[in-house]
């Protein structure tokens, strides 16, 4: 089947730590997004890669750090500059407009 | 800016009964209108595409229409399966590389 895979599900934590999300497509799309969703609060656009090592910064990339080696894939690394992570993160891919969404991953910082 | 609104925040329908969820937009010329529907702790499924004013799309029991301000997403005689959060999203002519995306409605369809 093709789509988009987010692991892991959930993550948790701590304060000072860097972790990484993974995303990953097998739909050939050339397109790669990575969006952060909080409550009451549209979608806001943290990176996205149009070509497989190139990426541009989004709307709050402050804090976020991204990598594009494959097409398949486009990791996002939340640092610890991140000074609000705990949220929910969202990949999505596009061939040409609509952009298509994996599941998510839920991010909490204890 | 280009700038999303979406109304009302919350709809709560009776089975059966009918109504349309709204979304405003302005943006620096339209290239697309999206929306998608979004069940809770998932990833938004893509439901339609607009492109310009006067087109419809339908799909079961949705449909949406486009005006050169403002979008509607009808619901007709919804069952509580369609329950979820419905989100519309804009790409501007000028900029294609993001969706603006509005804050969504969140549909509850009682039995």
């Known amino acids: 089947d093709g789509g988009i895979t987010q692991s892991p599900k959930y993550l948790f934590r701590k304060e000072g730590q860097n972790v990484t999300l993974s995303c990953e497509q097998n739909?050939?799309?050339?397109?790669m997004y990575w969006y952060r969703q909080d409550p009451g609060q549209g979608l806001r656009l943290i990176y996205y890669?149009?070509?497989?090592?190139?990426?541009q910064k989004g709307d709050i990339a402050e804090g976020y750090s991204v990598s594009r080696e494959k097409k398949e894939s486009f990791p996002l690394t939340v640092t610890s500059a991140q000074k609000n992570p705990t949220a929910f993160y969202l990949c999505?891919?596009?061939?040409?407009?609509?952009?298509?969404f994996g599941p998510g991953t839920r991010l909490t910082v204890l | 800016e280009d700038q999303v609104t979406q109304s009302p925040e919350a709809l709560r329908l009776q089975e059966g009964e009918s109504s349309s969820l709204n979304c405003s937009y302005t943006?620096?010329?339209?290239?697309?209108l999206f929306w998608y529907r979004q069940d809770p702790g998932k990833g938004p499924e893509f439901l339609f595409t607009?492109?310009?004013a006067g087109e419809e799309k339908e799909k079961e029991r949705l449909k949406a229409t486009l005006t050169k301000k403002e979008s509607f997403l009808h619901i007709t005689a919804p069952k509580p399966e369609d329950s979820a959060t419905y989100l519309c999203?804009?790409?501007?002519?000028?900029?294609?590389?993001?969706?603006?995306f509005g804050t969504g409605t969140r549909l509850q369809v009682f039995p």
């Open positions: 999505a891919s596009s061939m040409w407009n609509e952009q298509f």
């Open positions: 999203a804009v790409q501007g002519r000028y900029n294609t590389d993001k969706l603006i």
């Open positions: 739909l050939n799309h050339d397109a």
């Open positions: 943006v620096s010329g339209l290239r697309g």
């Open positions: 890669s149009q070509i497989v090592n190139d990426f």
């Open positions: 607009l492109y310009s």
